[in-house]
């Protein structure tokens, strides 16, 4: 964008299209996309001209910027283990103010945007842009709050954050709330000291965020990206609530390739989505610029959060222990992601499916939560590539390409949490065995209170129960078994998703919908040999297990747990 004459009037300035920053609209389709790499770092030549609308901020940095190389993994782990708990965070942190001074020095790629409304252009009288806050709960490394601080800092405008409360959300838990509200009061400090307010409403997005927009005459409003139908339905509502002249953007801030770029279609398979992500990545897995400290100061009065108020607020079952072993926010997740660096990485790869064994990442919590970014995690461990490559490429496989076609399933497939999502085949094999003699039948209460005569599947529900998180591997198992012990296929998945929902810190999840349903419903799977009650969808039972790893150590250590419920 060219430089505009001095004498062009401050309002004549919030003209600025919202469509000049983006160039992704709903209706585009994959194929139909140019390329725009993201730059992070770029190397630049002398007087060269950057293919972008930041060009005239970028060249008044060039002279200042350099870009030194990234450490690589082998370099990284030289030493051994001397980081200190806070040393990677400090690392990450100085990375980015090294590489950017702002998001304005920065290619930001357009494609991850798309504008939601008619309007595109922001009002002559606005008085700030303001993000909406739900999926991606995190100040740095977050693709929507740097995308609204680069149309505040073009106009001139203070910037806003919002987050909304409500009581009751998708069956979550006093656990699921105390790590949600506890992580927000890291942003809230960390927002003021960037000189960004956050405003904490208490209510449904719909009704809050027009309000607020309309109160405090804001120009633009920027939120997260989220597959669910929840947050559909809220953006849904939201625009018709909106004033007409305000537009609207989504970000996806939670994907590495965004969810519309990765895939236009509901994909089948692992191995059909596998090489559209992994092709994109040179152009997606780029560093972050960092939030900065917003120069234009708030013009609205924000008042002091009464977290104790929030906490009484709130209409949730609160018998549901909060956990010890995951600290909420962002800190505590990249402690957590440096701890799996130095001391579990190296063993991802041989132990990944053995319940026994500490060889996960379990940054799940934090992934949800949206308190850590998963871009963020993959650009530290990708560092680790030459010296543990199995284990590196098998934490992006799951991490990114299985991730992602869980937020695809759930964008492009409305059923994504009931009997009609799955595809025919199971469909058809299921209905076909449903009235098939069960080896045993448990009510919910059973199930939830460990009440069945299998000790390995009471010891993993214990685990969740407990801790907030099962094994991966358990968790297959787990599901599987509750189809094996129902009335229907239907009443499974009922049961498997409530249990998964009040328990584990990451459920209401995308990958919690599509680990229910590849479970019982054979999604992403493909047909195996037909057997009673599972009909054609993958079988799993207690002796498979025996030979993958050591039941009766498992099963010691969470009976042992019990208490602790």
Known sequence: MSKLPTNVKKAATKQLKLDKLVIQSPGKTARARSKSPEQGPPRKKPNSQLNSEDEVEAKKQETKQTFPVFQSGMAASSTGNTKSPCQLAEEIKCKRNELFESVNAFRFNKKRVQVLTEAREFPEDAQGILYWMSRDQRVQDNWALLYAQKLALKQNLPLYVCFCLVPTFLNATIRQYHFMLEGLKEVQKELTDLNIQFHLLIGLAKDQVPKFVAEHKIGGLICDFSPLRTHKNWLQEMRKNLPSNVPLAQVDAHNVVPCWIASDKLEYAARTIRNKINSKLDEYLSEFPPVISHPVPAQIDCKPIDWDACFKSLECDQSVKIVKWASPGYLAGIKNLEDFIQNRLKNYDSDRNDPNKNSLSNMSPWYHFGQVSVQRCMVEVKKYASKFSNSVKG????????????????????????????????????DAHRKDKRPALYSLSELENFKTADKLWNASQIQMRVEGKMHGFMRMYWAKKILEWTESPEQALEYSIYLNDK???????????????????????????????????????????????????????????????
């Not at 969808?537 to 009766?552: A, H, L, Q, S």
Request: glycine letters at 8%; aromatic letters at 16%; proline letters at 2%.
């Open 503 to 565: 328990y584990n810190l990451d459920g209401r999840d995308p990958n919690g919908y599509v680990g229910c349903m590849w479970s019982i419903c054979g999604i992403h799977d493909q047909g195996w040999a037909e057997r009673a009650v599972f009909g054609k969808v993958r079988y799993m039972n207690f002796e498979g297990c025996k030979r993958k790893f050591d039941i009766e150590r498992y099963c010691l250590k969470y009976m042992a747990k019990k208490s602790e419920i």
């Open 395 to 430: 934490l992006m496989e799951e991490t990114i390409v299985r991730r992602e076609l869980a937020d695809n399933f759930c964008y492009y497939q409305p059923n994504y949490d009931n009997i009609n999502g799955a595809n025919e085949w199971a469909k058809i094999s299921l």
